[in-house]
């Protein structure tokens, strides 16, 4: 007589909520995290032209030279100033004739964006200073193609 064994049957585990935990984890994770978000230039475009207009003329007193060299120092007109400097002398610019003006920044290739982002910075600022008296001044600004190295 041989005694039939019973078969022992291992318990499975229920693993059907653990798809629904694991999404939980990652959506709290995902919402309770920073994100690092990087500094940029806000800068609205003006929309394209409809029709071909003819360019216009600017006189060179109302044109602001702003340019940017390799060791990130900063001139206006050719002489060397402070990004504070540089505020000063756009909202000069800007008061004397807030229609016609225009500044121009040329930098160079090798310039460092914190660099970069201080000379935007000073000028943007002194369009906020100005438009804080209650008065709305056009950011008129003209950017030129970046210098290559050792160009003059």
């Known amino acids: 007589m ?3 064994r019973r078969s022992e049957q291992i318990p499975e585990l229920n693993t059907s909520s653990t798809a629904d935990i694991s999404f939980m984890l ?6 309770t995290s920073s994100m690092d978000t990087d500094k940029g230039l806000v800068r609205q475009l003006p929309p394209p032209p409809q029709q071909e207009q003819p360019p216009t003329d600017i006189q060179k007193d109302h044109v602001m030279s702003v340019t940017l060299d390799a060791n990130d120092q900063l001139a206006c007109n050719g002489t060397l100033l402070t990004p ?6 756009v909202m000069q610019l800007v008061k004397a004739d807030p229609e016609k003006h225009v500044i121009s920044i040329q930098g160079d290739r090798r310039t460092t964006y914190e660099a970069y982002y201080r000379m935007q910075n000073a000028i943007v ?3 906020q200073q100005l438009r804080a008296t209650g008065r709305n001044y056009p950011m008129r600004i003209s950017e030129q193609k970046p210098k290559e190295g050792g160009e003059q």
Do not use: K, N
Request: glycine share 6%; proline share 0%.
């Open 2 to 4: 041989f005694r039939r």
């Open 84 to 89: 504070a400097q540089l505020t000063q002398q």
């Open 26 to 31: 990652l959506i709290f994770f995902l919402v």
């Open 125 to 127: 600022s002194g369009y």
